[in-house]
């Protein structure tokens, strides 16, 4: 057995699971292939390179990312640690001083004794892992080379192109005084019913169909939210993006810019529904998706949109029902490589069918910064678990389980998201809307809610500290 773990990508990710490998005084080889090579996106010849936000986001503990970067301070991160020292004003946000933050990071990580730092492009992983532990964190712009090698190992025909991904709402946050359940065409009055009947059909319905959620709009909502929604500011794309995506999936905002009714004939089509208020079908009708097993998140059925943020939060907003939307993810149009987490992973990013190959950052579905350094902190923890069992091979360290983090912690919740099977698995980043519900009666105030899912996470927090 090979007496250092090796690290594939010297970004987030592969930088903190570097550091947390080499506290525990075990080698680590880092293979980052800047400068040799640069990414279409990345310039900077330093490890840790912030390519596009500089925001950490949210410090707040009533925000899933703030949450989460307090969890990693408990657990000693290097790269929060770093983030904090080289903070900016940006209110209640953690945002960074990027060119400082990276310089730092690669200090740090050059001058430990225990990290070598190999300037060199990995083409055979397979080689690298023969008796010895790999991290892959190489990121959402994957080398070529590097894609098809994790293609071979995965087993997979193709990695992921996360092209389009419509918004993600928070159930609690719909407003059901206009919102109700069911399925196209369950959900229109019958010929031979009277209203009272068929009132009576859709509660009954409701109780046990909650795969859609329906939100009705009058022709004059529609037509204000149609001319918001046409007017509305996008994301400027990298040339390499645009060359890359969008083929066969075309934005919303697109689409409506084909004509006022073109939504009302495609996404936002009412056939099949009548308005349980009106009992009268509806000018156009957008409909939600369940986008998980808790019910607790849903999609916007053909929202893939290349909106800024703020411009989708008040357009969409616009939507009756909408109105207080929480948005567990917004939606995305970009390039990002990544492999089927769901079905290769379990919840320490460890290959299921190869024990010897972790993954971590974006490449596993996790997105964000905060997210990214996250998963190579956990796929680390296990690395050094896994080379201390195998060294001493004895039956005492044999009997050392995985670190897995309980759900109620954001860190654990994001592991066990990409680690559980979805047909529809998407990259998703910190939020409430993936951890377990409060236990007894549902709390309606947000902040009073949120509030008590950080004061569970931070008080069932624990980790294995005989590392």
């Not at 880092?30 to 986001?57: D, G, T, W």
């Not at 859709?202 to 939100?215: A, F, G, M, R």
């Not at 079905?343 to 996790?366: C, H, M, P, R, W």
């Amino acid at each position: 057995m090979k007496d250092y773990i090796t690290v594939i990508g010297g970004g987030l990710a592969g930088c903190e699971a570097a550091y947390q490998i080499a506290k525990n005084k075990i080698k680590v080889k880092l293979y980052e292939m800047k400068p040799i090579k640069y990414s279409p996106a990345h310039s900077n010849k330093n490890l840790a390179e912030i390519v596009c936000s500089n925001s950490f986001k949210s410090n707040l503990l009533t925000n899933a990312c703030g949450l989460l970067k307090e969890e990693l301070r408990k657990l000693d991160s290097l790269l929060i640690k770093i983030a904090d020292k080289t903070s900016l004003p940006a209110g209640q946000a953690l945002a960074v001083d990027r060119e400082n933050f990276s310089k730092i990071v690669t200090e740090e990580i050059e001058k430990n004794p225990y990290i070598e730092v190999i300037h060199e492009e990995v083409e055979n992983i397979e080689k690298i892992s023969k008796d010895g532990i790999v991290i892959i964190a190489t990121g959402p712009l994957t080398s070529d080379a590097l894609a098809n090698q994790i293609q071979k190992i995965t087993g997979q025909d193709k990695l992921y192109f996360y092209d389009a991904a419509a918004p993600i709402i928070e159930k609690n946050s719909i407003n059901f005084d206009i919102a109700f359940y069911g399925d196209r065409y369950v959900q229109e009055k019958k010929k031979n019913e009277t209203e009272e009947e068929w009132k009576q059909r859709l509660k009954n319905q409701n109780k046990e169909e909650q795969s859609y959620i329906n939100l009705p709009m009058t022709k004059e909502e529609y037509e204000k939210f149609w001319k918001e929604l046409v007017e509305a500011e996008v994301v400027t794309l990298h040339q390499f993006e645009k060359r890359d995506i969008f083929e066969g999936c075309m934005p919303i905002e697109v689409m409506a810019k084909r004509g006022i009714d073109t939504l009302r004939f495609g996404p936002l089509k009412p056939v099949g529904f009548d308005d349980p208020r009106t009992a009268k079908r509806p000018y156009a009708i957008v409909q939600l998706r369940q986008d998980n097993k808790q019910a607790s998140m849903y999609n916007l059925v053909g929202f893939q949109t290349n909106l800024k943020y703020s411009e989708q939060k008040r357009v969409f907003s616009m939507i009756p029902g909408l109105e207080n939307a929480e948005y567990v993810k917004y939606g995305v149009m970009h390039r990002n490589t990544f492999i089927n987490s769901s079905v290769l992973l379990d919840e320490t990013y460890n290959l299921k069918n190869n024990s010897n190959i972790f993954f971590a950052g974006q490449i596993t579905g996790v997105e964000g910064y905060v997210e990214s350094i996250s998963s190579g902190l956990v796929s680390a923890l296990n690395a050094v678990n896994m080379y201390l069992r195998n060294k001493q091979n004895s039956l005492e360290n044999n009997k050392k389980e995985k670190i897995i983090f309980e759900e109620t912690t954001v860190i654990g919740a994001l592991a066990k998201y990409i680690s559980t099977p979805n047909e529809k698995f998407q990259p998703m980043n910190a939020n409430f809307g993936i951890l377990p519900e409060l236990e007894g009666k549902k709390i309606k105030d947000k902040k009073e809610r949120y509030e008590k899912l950080a004061k569970r996470s931070l008080s069932n927090f624990n980790v294995q500290s005989d590392l």
